[in-house]
């Protein structure tokens, strides 16, 4: 019988089925890149509600395994080694889940850094910048009379919604006819500011028919709209 209770985490999220993967988590564009990509892996897991409404990212129990308090996270009883290994940062984990199961990650040496070159350009790009639109213009931030700032992630949203665009005009997905962990971590992010945001006028979504056409096939995808509502909310 696997025991995770070296873990302080699972004090407050006990493991039900101990023996598969655990993920902590909310369905926010970070959170769902996980669940999405462990739908469409069919690798057997666990997900745990992290709720910001009673702050539980800032529990002692949380932090103890993500210091930097926020979700996603993971613990995954069969590591490397055969010994249990915790996680967070999604970039981090959709590497290590795409490893593990050998799926949505390009085997071939030069497809494989050139998938993980656009992790990371929605990691350090696509997130941060679409998240700061979503503060200035949707949330606290919307309120704020001066609009410089709010104007400053718009034109750095639409220069990024640009730069995929013109991947995406000669391929179906980022890295062409494979469906990767690169399109996991970075259509949540397009569909968030649309839908949730409602910054799809304020960027000029329409300019960019590559990037709407992709996502599109992106939430067709049954294990997309399965991951999109993990960990149900309460
Ligand atoms: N770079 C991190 C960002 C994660 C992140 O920003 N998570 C947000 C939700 S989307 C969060 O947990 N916020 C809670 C907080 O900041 O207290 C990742 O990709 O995992």
Same mark, same amino acid.
């Given at each position: 019988?696997?025991? !995770? ?31 999405? !990509? ?10 745990? !509600? ?16 993500? &210091? ?7 613990? /995954?009883?069969?590591? &490397? ?23 949505? !990650? ?44 709010? /104007? ?54 329409? /300019? ?27």
């Amino acid at each position: 019988m696997t025991d !995770l209770s070296a873990f302080p985490i699972t004090r407050k999220w006990p493991a039900q089925y101990p023996e598969r993967l655990q993920l902590y988590s909310l369905p926010t564009p970070n959170g769902v890149k996980v669940s999405i !990509l462990l739908e469409e892996t069919g690798l057997p897991y666990e997900a745990h !509600l992290v709720s910001f409404e009673t702050q539980d990212q800032l529990t002692p129990e949380f932090l103890s395994l993500n &210091p930097n308090n926020k979700i996603p996270a993971i613990l /995954d009883p069969n590591g &490397p080694g055969g010994r249990p290994l915790a996680l967070f940062e999604s970039g981090a984990i959709l590497l290590y889940l795409a490893e593990k199961t050998g799926q949505f !990650l390009p085997a071939d040496a030069a497809a494989r850094y050139e998938t993980i070159q656009w992790l990371m350009f929605q990691m350090a790009g696509i997130g941060p910048m679409f998240g700061q639109l979503g503060f200035f213009h949707f949330f606290a931030g919307k309120d704020y009379e001066d609009k410089r700032p709010r /104007d400053r992630y718009v034109a750095e949203s639409r220069r990024l919604l640009g730069v995929l665009d013109q991947r995406l005009a000669t391929r179906t997905w980022i890295m062409g006819d494979d469906y990767t962990i690169a399109d996991i971590a970075t259509f949540p992010w397009v569909r968030n500011l649309i839908d949730r945001y409602q910054a799809g006028d304020l960027v000029g979504i329409q /300019d960019f028919g590559h990037v709407t056409r992709a996502l599109a096939a992106f939430v067709a995808r049954p294990a997309v709209a399965r991951g999109l509502g993990i960990p149900t909310r309460a």
